[in-house]
């Protein structure tokens, strides 16, 4: 499940008007949606409540294999209408394969004035750990409809390290963090620039659309869907989508280090027709390819992912590394469960379908299955759905290469959240 500080911040981002998608650092999440799933370790609790629309607040604890937790507090300047567990959609709060909108101009919301001057949307999220006494806090705000800075600072007291400097004097390294992050979408280019104090790790990356954006896109499909093509006209056409290529360069000031990769993706168009832009069409199918290339490491990593049927994506992932030769080639699955609708006696399709429609297809949903299968030998299987009012994670990691032990971690987590 996703925490729910990043179900706050997603529903930020959807308010003001940003799209998280057009953004390098983001350039493989079709893969890794299904591929990179965290399975639980031991017993985790989440509990969340939403007082108002402006502050929220999230406790954890984990129960095993050790006791520990931490508290929450998020407040944000615009109003955020994020429902109870129980009322969420199970598809809002897993990390899943989807296809997104097509790139646009961001527009921001229209602008507030007080006192004179003009008001810019932010968030404040801070979490404290016990008993490491580690402090998380992220601060984000909007300077214009196409900009957006992120500042966040990790401080662990648990993790530092005391250096004797030429004096004899000692000095607390190690311990603290700041990064910012100056992030730009004009929707036909998207750019970011970022910054780490601990180890002076200066980035910038950069993501190209080709292709219509926003509007053009939707004009034009609009004119090729009035028109009339016969089913051979359809076929020919191929997978309809969108390329975007990218690069990002990094240099450590520390470490006297940089680095350098470059990145491609196809991804088929959502359907504009469909109330639901990702639902299965069989002639133009969910399809995401993704290709990442480091000269520097020598690197490169290919990703295809498709969903094959309504409710089943696959996704295949080959990673090799042309100076050593190693290799890993990674499959995974996820597969949405749903109930079973009783369907009418008589053969009346159209009230079948009304049935569906009147039921919703959020209410259908029971559960989503997730599996990865790795050559390292590593079988993870994970199960996320909804018991009551609680949103629930179980999963398991094996190796079946270790006999002695072939179950290396097993995971169980309870999600609760209120709004009222």
């Known amino acids: 499940m996703l925490p729910y500080a990043s179900i706050v911040l997603q529903r930020y981002y959807k308010v003001t008007g940003w799209n998280e998608d057009n953004l390098y650092s983001n350039l493989t999440r079709a893969s890794t949606s299904i591929l990179d799933f965290s399975v639980p370790r031991g017993l985790h609790f989440h509990i969340s409540k939403s007082p108002n629309p402006w502050f929220k607040t999230t406790y954890s604890m984990n129960a095993l294999p050790s006791l520990n937790g931490s508290i929450g507090y998020i407040f944000t300047s615009c109003d955020l209408d994020v429902k109870g567990s129980a009322d969420l959609r199970l598809k809002d709060v897993v990390e899943r394969f989807r296809i997104y909108d097509v790139p646009r101009r961001p527009e921001g919301k229209p602008e507030q004035w007080l006192g004179g001057e003009r008001r810019a949307d932010f968030l404040l999220y801070g979490r404290y750990y016990i008993p490491s006494s580690r402090l998380d806090a992220l601060y984000s705000t909007r300077l214009s409809a196409q900009t957006q800075a992120l500042i966040s600072v990790i401080s ?28 730009r979408d004009t929707g036909r280019w998207s750019t970011e620039y970022s910054w780490s104090a601990d180890d002076g790790m200066l980035g910038a990356r950069a993501l190209y659309n080709f292709g219509a954006l926003g509007d053009e896109e939707d004009t034009r499909e609009r004119n090729v869907r009035s028109r009339r093509v016969d089913e051979e006209e359809a076929m020919e056409g191929g997978l309809r989508g969108r390329f975007s290529a990218g690069a990002e360069v990094y240099f450590s000031a520390k470490e006297k280090s940089a680095g350098v990769s470059t990145g491609l993706r196809f991804t088929t168009l959502p359907e504009p027709s469909s109330s639901d832009p990702n639902v299965y069409d069989p002639i133009q199918p969910p399809t995401a390819l993704t290709a990442i290339f ?48 009783r369907k009418s006696n008589g053969s009346d399709k159209a009230l079948d379908v009304a049935l569906l429609r009147l039921i919703g297809e959020a209410s259908q949903i029971r559960g989503v299955v997730k599996a990865r299968m790795s050559t390292s030998s590593d079988v993870s299987l994970m199960w996320e759905g909804r018991l009551g009012k609680t949103l629930v994670s179980l999963g398991v990691v094996s190796d079946f290469s270790n006999r002695s032990k072939p179950i290396r971690a097993i995971g169980l987590e309870l999600s609760y959240f209120s709004s009222e």
């Open 156 to 183: 662990d007291p648990s993790t530092a390290l005391y250096a004797r400097g030429s004096k004899g004097g000692t000095s607390l390294i190690g311990a603290n963090n700041v990064m910012f992050n100056l992030q």
């Open 294 to 341: 480091n000269p520097m490491m020598g690197h490169i990593s290919s990703a295809y992912t498709a969903r094959v049927s309504r409710d089943l994506s696959l996704c295949s992932r080959f990673d090799f590394n042309v100076y050593s030769y190693e290799s890993e080639w990674t499959m995974g699955a996820e597969w949405w469960i749903r109930k079973r609708i």
